[in-house]
C-alpha cells in the first residue's frame, strides 16, 4: 500500500467526546479521546456495559455528531453516514421483500450500477461467503447465520474503505459464531478492508483482531491499547488466517487474561 493511499485510509480521533442530554442531567458517555486506525487494521473494542463501545462506533460511521472534537478519515471529516463506511449491525437488517441477492445488490441499483455488473459482483460475493446456493430466498428462509453473511456480503458489495461491526455475532450459537469468525478472517484478508469490530467477548477480540481497545466504565475511555500476536501469524500475512487451534495456545490464554483483568479493573 502506497504511503498517499495509507494516509488517505487512515482513521483519526482527535479530542472526540460525546455528551448526551437527558431528563435527569448530562451524561458523559465517551470522554476526550484521541485515536488513529491504521489502513488494513483489525480492531475490536472492548469493556464493561455502558462504556461507550457502541456510541464510539456509532460516531466513526457517522450516525451521531461528537460533542467535541474532529473525526477524519484521510483528510475527511466524519459529518453522516457514507457508502465509504459499510456497517453490519447486530441483528440482519435485510429487506424481507427482497430475496438474498436483491438485497445483496440493493446498494449498488440504487446508484444505477448496471444490471449486468452487479449480477456479476452479487455472484462473486455470495460465493465468497458461502451463500451460492441460496441467493433466490427470502430472508426468513434463512438461518440467523446465513442472514449475517448475507449483511456482510451487502456491506461489501459497495466497497466501503471501512468496515464497521456492532456485535454481530452476539446473538449467534457458540457453533455458528465460531464459524463466522474463521469466515470474517478469510474476508478481511482477501477484501485488505479496515475493520472495526465492537464485541462483549474478550476471546472473540483477540481471536480475530491484530489490536484490541479496552475502554473503561462510564465515562468511557481507551485504558488499553493492545496488538495482538499469536502464533501463526506470520503465516497468515501469506494469506493464511488464523484457525480455532490457536485459542488453546499459552499465548492466546495469556492475552485473554490480560485483557479481561483490564475489563474487571475498569469496572470496579
Same mark, same amino acid.
Request: proline share 5%; net charge neutral.
Given at each position: 500500500?502506497?504511503?498517499?493511499?495509507?494516509?488517505?485510509?487512515?482513521?483519526?480521533?482527535?479530542?472526540?467526546?460525546?455528551?448526551?442530554e437527558?431528563?435527569?442531567?448530562?451524561?458523559?458517555?465517551?470522554?476526550?479521546?484521541d485515536?488513529?486506525?491504521?489502513?488494513?487494521?483489525?480492531?475490536?473494542?472492548?469493556?464493561?456495559?455502558?462504556?461507550?463501545?457502541?456510541?464510539?462506533l456509532?460516531?466513526?460511521?457517522?450516525?451521531?455528531?461528537?460533542?467535541t472534537?474532529?473525526?477524519?478519515?484521510?483528510?475527511?471529516?466524519?459529518?453522516?453516514?457514507?457508502?465509504?463506511?459499510?456497517?453490519v449491525?447486530?441483528a440482519?437488517?435485510?429487506?424481507?421483500?427482497?430475496?438474498v441477492?436483491?438485497?445483496?445488490?440493493?446498494?449498488?441499483?440504487?446508484?444505477?450500477?448496471?444490471?449486468?455488473?452487479? #449480477?456479476?459482483?452479487? /455472484? +462473486?460475493l455470495?460465493q *465468497?461467503? !458461502?451463500?451460492?446456493?441460496? $441467493?433466490a430466498k427470502?430472508?426468513?428462509? @434463512?438461518?440467523?447465520?446465513?442472514?449475517?453473511?448475507?449483511?456482510?456480503?451487502?456491506?461489501?458489495?459497495n466497497?466501503?474503505?471501512?468496515?464497521?461491526?456492532d456485535?454481530?455475532?452476539?446473538?449467534?450459537?457458540?457453533?455458528?459464531?465460531?464459524?463466522?469468525?474463521?469466515?470474517?478472517?478469510?474476508?478481511w484478508?482477501?477484501?485488505?478492508?479496515?475493520i472495526?469490530?465492537?464485541?462483549?467477548?474478550?476471546?472473540?477480540?483477540?481471536?480475530?483482531?491484530?489490536?484490541?481497545?479496552?475502554?473503561?466504565?462510564?465515562p468511557? #475511555?481507551?485504558?488499553? /491499547? +493492545?496488538h495482538?500476536? *499469536?502464533? !501463526?501469524?506470520?503465516?497468515? $500475512?501469506?494469506g493464511?488466517?488464523?484457525? @480455532?487451534?490457536?485459542?488453546?495456545?499459552?499465548?492466546?490464554?495469556?492475552?485473554?487474561?490480560e485483557?479481561?483483568?483490564?475489563?474487571?479493573?475498569?469496572?470496579?
Amino acid at each position: 500500500m502506497s504511503s498517499a493511499v495509507a494516509q488517505r485510509d487512515q482513521v483519526v480521533l482527535r479530542e472526540v467526546s460525546k455528551t448526551y442530554e437527558t431528563a435527569t442531567g448530562d451524561t458523559v458517555a465517551l470522554s476526550p479521546t484521541d485515536l488513529t486506525i491504521e489502513p488494513g487494521e483489525f480492531v475490536s473494542i472492548v469493556g464493561p456495559s455502558g462504556c461507550g463501545k457502541t456510541t464510539l462506533l456509532q460516531l466513526l460511521g457517522g450516525f451521531l455528531t461528537p460533542t467535541t472534537g474532529e473525526l477524519l478519515v484521510g483528510a475527511d471529516v466524519i459529518d453522516g453516514p457514507s457508502a465509504e463506511r459499510g456497517v453490519v449491525f447486530q441483528a440482519p437488517t435485510l429487506y424481507p421483500w427482497l430475496s438474498v441477492r436483491g438485497n445483496i445488490e440493493f446498494g449498488p441499483k440504487v446508484r444505477g450500477v448496471d444490471k449486468k455488473t452487479r #449480477r456479476a459482483e452479487s /455472484d +462473486r460475493l455470495l460465493q *465468497l461467503v !458461502g451463500l451460492g446456493d441460496v $441467493g433466490a430466498k427470502r430472508p426468513y428462509e @434463512l438461518s440467523g447465520g446465513m442472514q449475517q453473511r448475507a449483511q456482510i456480503a451487502r456491506v461489501l458489495i459497495n466497497d466501503p474503505r471501512i468496515i464497521l461491526m456492532d456485535e454481530p455475532f452476539g446473538a449467534l450459537d457458540q457453533l455458528t459464531r465460531e464459524r463466522l469468525q474463521v469466515e470474517l478472517l478469510r474476508l478481511w484478508r482477501q477484501a485488505g478492508k479496515t475493520i472495526v469490530f465492537v464485541t462483549h467477548s474478550v476471546e472473540e477480540a483477540v481471536f480475530l483482531s491484530t489490536r484490541v481497545l479496552v475502554m473503561s466504565a462510564r465515562p468511557g #475511555r481507551v485504558i488499553v /491499547d +493492545r496488538h495482538i500476536e *499469536l502464533p !501463526g501469524d506470520t503465516a497468515s $500475512g501469506d494469506g493464511a488466517v488464523r484457525n @480455532l487451534a490457536v485459542t488453546a495456545t499459552p499465548e492466546f490464554q495469556a492475552l485473554k487474561s490480560e485483557l479481561a483483568q483490564a475489563i474487571y479493573d475498569a469496572h470496579r
